[in-house]
């Protein structure tokens, strides 16, 4: 039997990056895996990569009619579930004297309000002995200049964990965190349209990471399939995959 046969996970924020590469380890070892995503490009790559074995729903993990809708959706198609990795999330950076009141909102509404209502809306759905992972970032721990609305919001998220951890604990779910350092992903080029900006920014932040490389979407998989099923007694959580810069 494959290790995690017959196991049924969710992912939002699945369909690129960190989110789609757990998705793929995780149906290799036997899972039925839901991931979703926003954009439409997105969401078909997503199908091609992942194949008729993943369900891919367009989500928008922002929005709470849509975590309403996709908790039904998941209630109807899986009945119950073993894991929700809540991994939707991006920054915006913007120095302090630019940002808006929109940016804050975006930053806080889909780092830290749309987990929570996640975590909410899903908890019942989560079998006993049952967990859920939550996608934090260095920048709950770090003070990193553009980053304030972004960091925070991830740092409400890692107080989250704890009290969400807390709370759960009577049902037997385990609440964790994966918290990712500099992580090759498609991100950093979204962020940073231009290409020149964006080489530069990677060269820099490898001159800080102790380890002077970016991580991997599959180094992020293998930390959170750890919380998920191996780490059974293991809650309130969050493991640095961060090439030691939050630590060293």
Same mark, same amino acid.
């Given at each position: 039997? !494959?290790?995690?046969?017959?196991?049924?996970?969710?992912?939002?924020?699945?369909?690129?990056?960190?989110?789609?590469?757990?998705?793929? @380890?995780?149906?290799?070892?036997?899972?039925?895996?839901?991931?979703?995503?926003?954009?439409?490009?997105?969401?078909?790559? &997503?199908?091609?990569?992942?194949?008729?074995?993943?369900?891919?729903?367009?989500?928008?993990?922002?929005?709470?009619?849509?975590?309403?809708?996709?908790?039904?959706?998941?209630?109807?198609?899986?009945?119950?579930?073993?894991?929700?990795?809540?991994?939707?999330?991006?920054?915006?950076?913007?120095?302090?004297?630019?940002?808006?009141?929109?940016?804050?909102?975006?930053?806080?509404?889909?780092?830290?309000?749309?987990?929570?209502?996640?975590?909410? @809306?899903?908890?019942? %759905?989560?079998?006993?002995?049952?967990?859920?992972?939550?996608?934090?970032?260095?920048?709950?721990?770090?003070?990193?200049?553009?980053? !304030?609305?972004?960091? &925070?919001?991830?740092?409400?998220?890692?107080?989250?964990?704890?009290?969400?951890?807390?709370? %759960?604990?009577?049902?037997?779910?385990?609440?964790?965190?994966?918290?990712?350092?500099?992580?090759?992903?498609?991100?950093?080029?979204?962020?940073?349209?231009?290409?020149?900006? &964006?080489?530069?920014?990677?060269? @820099?932040?490898?001159?800080?990471?102790?380890?002077?490389?970016?991580?991997?979407?599959?180094?992020?998989?293998?930390?959170?399939?750890? %919380? !998920?099923?191996? !780490?059974?007694?293991?809650?309130? %959580?969050?493991?640095?995959?961060?090439?030691?810069?939050?630590?060293?």
């Amino acid at each position: 039997m !494959a290790q995690y046969q017959d196991k049924k996970v969710v992912i939002l924020g699945g369909t690129s990056g960190m989110g789609l590469a757990t998705a793929k @380890k995780l149906l290799d070892g036997g899972a039925r895996v839901l991931v979703t995503g926003r954009s439409q490009a997105g969401l078909d790559s &997503a199908k091609q990569e992942l194949g008729a074995d993943a369900l891919v729903v367009s989500s928008d993990a922002r929005s709470l009619t849509d975590i309403d809708a996709l908790a039904a959706q998941v209630k109807a198609k899986f009945d119950t579930i073993d894991l929700l990795f809540v991994n939707a999330g991006f920054s915006i950076p913007t120095p302090l004297s630019n940002v808006t009141e929109a940016i804050y909102d975006e930053m806080f509404n889909l780092n830290a309000k749309g987990p929570f209502f996640a975590v909410q @809306k899903f908890a019942p %759905l989560i079998n006993r002995g049952g967990s859920v992972v939550l996608t934090t970032s260095i920048a709950n721990v770090k003070g990193l200049p553009g980053q !304030a609305t972004y960091g &925070a919001a991830k740092a409400a998220l890692r107080s989250l964990a704890r009290t969400l951890a807390t709370e %759960l604990l009577p049902q037997d779910i385990r609440v964790n965190a994966v918290s990712p350092g500099p992580i090759d992903t498609p991100i950093l080029d979204k962020v940073f349209t231009d290409k020149n900006v &964006a080489a530069q920014v990677r060269e @820099k932040t490898i001159g800080m990471i102790p380890m002077k490389r970016f991580g991997t979407s599959e180094e992020i998989a293998k930390a959170v399939v750890f %919380l !998920a099923f191996d !780490a059974t007694f293991t809650t309130g %959580l969050e493991i640095p995959v961060d090439g030691g810069w939050s630590q060293l």
